[in-house]
């Protein structure tokens, strides 16, 4: 199973915020998505998803291919997505967001009471059971990335779209996040797109690293490529005179 973007383009207003962009994403691997604020990811992450529609090109999901389609049925085909700021509904207690996206996605005919075990393994198996019955409306920072994880787990996706996860987690945070993401894709055998500022947990946790730079493809490899890449280094850091690792931190990847 493959996700692919095949030549998508979106204007706003004339502007190109992607520009004749490819991509492919096998189902297992977890392929990074990094470039400056303003370079076009999370554009990218809502015309996959059917938040906003490509004007040119289409998506690939195994045998299905579209162009525009909405977002539910995007998340019914197998594609879950986090977004850059967490967005729970507030006025429901944790369970009910969870249950949320498990109904949504079981199949056609199942049980209210099935749906909601469902919902309660997932946040068992991400350490949010003791939280199943308070309010999403007030959870800390951290929590509320964890449970808009965990919504996206409960669809029971084949392919995940994760828009900054581990923002705002401090380096043992963002261990503990790139540990859990590790231990899904062997449980689940998802395929991920990570989008994060956190270079270190990028170069740690990545198969294959994609790079935009102003709407366009600048530079595609393995994190060991990426890192030594002048035209990356330019962009991403606004110099070409220091390596990525300067920002990236250990080459070790987490095992």
Known sequence: ???TTESVTKTFAGVHAL???SIRIDEGEIVGLIGPNGSGKSTLVNVISGVLA??????TLGEERW??????????????????????????????????????????????????????QVLERLGLGHLAGQPAEGLAYGVQR???LARAVAARPRFMLLDEPA???HDAESDQFLQLLLELRREHGFG?????????????????IYVLNEGRMLAEGAPAEIRKDRRVIAAYLGTDDAELHTEAGADAPAT
């Open 167 to 169: 923002a705002g987690l």
């Open 67 to 120: 162009g525009r389609r909405p977002s539910h049925k995007v998340a019914r085909c197998g594609i879950a997505r986090t977004f850059q700021t967490a967005r729970l509904f507030s006025d429901m207690t944790v369970l009910e967001n969870i249950e949320v996206a498990a109904g949504a996605c079981a199949p056609r005919g199942g049980r209210r009471g099935g749906v909601r075990v469902a919902a309660r």
């Open 192 to 208: 991920m797109l990570l989008i994060d500022h956190d270079l270190r947990l990028i170069m740690r946790g990545t198969d294959r």
């Open 54 to 59: 490509p004007t040119s090109g289409t998506i």
């Open 19 to 21: 520009d004749d962009v």
């Open 146 to 148: 964890r449970v808009e």
């Open 1 to 3: 199973m493959l996700l």
